[in-house]
């Protein structure tokens, strides 16, 4: 075991793994946008959209913050969950189902970033990168409303249709 390991090393390479999974996400929406079924959840993805646009440019500016360049690394939690997600677009395809199911991948995957976003930012703070916290904390707002916004959606009218 190194010893040479600090919360610094930790901070960096979950940055990097959030880096590699909202580029992923970037890419998992438009295609969640175009399954969606109903106007209301097909406009929140796309929405979310823009927003994980910003995502990426604010890691790429706490990169700089720590001198170190914008680079992703392989995230297997979020390639899972983005797996899932396929998995029930296809099985759930034309079905009264399929908005429940794309709601609920959704969620699994803002779950993730507020998990990491919460840990990154706390870390930040501890090693007392100021700037980070706020970037970071912008994001994770973001999320929060985010996975809000789908439970509404939910409730409202994509679980009845479904059940
Ligand atoms: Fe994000
Ligand atoms: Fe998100």
Redesign the pocket.
Known sequence: MSKEKTLEDLFHDTLKDMYYA?RK?LKALPKMARAAQAPELKAAFEKHKE??ET?VERLQQVFELIGKRAQGKTCDAIEGIVAEGEEIMEEFKGTPALDAGLISSAQAVEHY?ISRYGTLKTWAKTIGLKDAVSLLDA?LK??VVTDEDLTKIATAQANKKAA
Do not use: L, S
Request: charged residues 45%.
């Open positions: 909202e996400i927003q994980t995502h970033e994001t973001e999320e």
